[in-house]
């Protein structure tokens, strides 16, 4: 029998244009978590980035993607759907990694250099990420017709 768990996340973006990844259980990955009752997706995944990261007045953006893995928990066969979006911060923040979630590092980390990370990440992450990256090329191509 197999749980589907619905999830938010976001790929969080600074002043200087270096998106954040965290450091979580040997792998480098996104912020994100399980959807709570009552909340909707996009204030779950707010919410998650604000808990996993200690950033505050995150700017919301658009749906990227969504991604869909599967994994086994305590003998269960678990479907993970997560809803990704665009995220924006200002100013300088200190970062805070919640460690009773595993996470040990945040890190900036600038367009040239993401492809290092790309190497020791999940599949859905270098997926969602390269998507954002062609949604922001294309919307720079539109931005000069």
């Not at 994100?32 to 909707?40: F, I, Q, R, V, Y």
Request: overall charge negative.
């Amino acid at each position: 029998m197999s749980v589907k768990i619905i999830a938010g996340g976001g790929i969080v973006e600074n002043e200087d244009g270096e998106i954040l990844f965290q450091y979580r259980r040997g792998k480098w990955d996104l912020p994100k978590g399980k959807l709570d009752e009552g909340e909707t997706i996009e204030e779950c995944a707010v919410r998650e980035v604000e808990e996993e990261t200690g950033l505050q007045n995150i700017q919301l953006g658009k749906l990227i993607g969504i991604t869909h893995h599967h994994y086994n928990e305590n003998g269960k066969e678990v479907e993970k759907e997560t809803h990704w979006f665009a995220m924006k911060v200002s100013g300088e923040q200190k970062l805070t990694p919640q460690l009773e979630e595993d996470i040990l590092e945040l890190r900036w980390v600038a367009p040239g250099e993401v492809e290092e990370y790309f190497k020791n990440t999940f599949h859905n992450i270098v997926e969602i990420v390269t998507r954002y990256y062609e949604g922001k090329t294309s919307s720079i191509k539109d931005q000069k017709l």
